[in-house]
């Protein structure tokens, strides 16, 4: 992912449309599967067409998806992408106003919730998936003394090195390569 293809979210309204799980997890599956029909994204997600379209609506509001009318077959088939792939924002930005800082800090907590989630999801799975993947999945965590520069300075070090991965040219070599979902934190806390 490019830095010009993350955006930047100053607008507690879009925050708020983009934390609901659902939708959070339709932008997750636009994201790994790319441009997709309300079906496609329904039987993704097992949810009910006109459910996904309602929140697909919510997520068009606020500026997250657009539709893709040049993938349609005809004028009753409609396709949805994501308008940037990357979304961030910062805490600090909602000050001002004690409401939106509440749906700010709202919005990084159910973010942590769902990450925690598809890690719990991804240590649970059974054994042959886990077998499949020869103890590849990892985890980590290290105490570092920084500074806030310090820190600043590691997140962009460790979101170049995703960005590399995530961007990479696919070899062509029949591989089965699956989604995997990789997350890092570094804040600041008392052991």
Do not use: C, Y
């Not at 993350?6 to 708020?16: E, F, G």
């Not at 079906?39 to 998806?65: C, F, I, M, W, Y």
């Not at 308008?83 to 700010?104: C, Q």
Request: net charge negative; glycine share 2%.
């Amino acid at each position: 992912m490019e830095r010009s293809d993350v955006r930047q979210i100053t607008d507690s309204r879009v925050l708020a449309a983009m934390s609901h799980p659902l939708r959070r997890r339709l932008m997750d599956v636009l994201k790994v599967h790319g441009p997709s029909t309300v079906g496609l994204l329904a039987e993704r997600t097992d949810q009910a067409p006109a459910n996904v379209s309602h929140h697909l609506k919510v997520l068009a509001a606020a500026d997250l998806v657009t539709e893709a009318p040049e993938l349609a077959r005809d004028r009753r088939e409609r396709w949805w992408r994501l308008v940037t792939r990357g979304l961030r924002w910062s805490n600090t930005d909602f000050d001002t106003d004690p409401a939106s800082r509440a749906v700010a800090d709202a919005a990084t907590s159910l973010n942590l919730d769902r990450h925690v989630a598809l890690a719990r999801a991804g240590h649970a799975a059974d054994e042959a998936e886990q077998a499949t993947w020869n103890d590849a999945a990892f985890s980590t965590d290290h105490w570092l003394r920084l500074t806030p520069e310090e820190l600043a300075e590691l997140s962009r070090e460790m979101i170049a090195v995703l960005t590399r991965w995530a961007n990479r040219d696919l070899p062509d070599d029949d591989a089965d390569r699956r989604p995997v979902f990789v997350f890092v934190h570094g804040v600041p806390a008392r052991p």
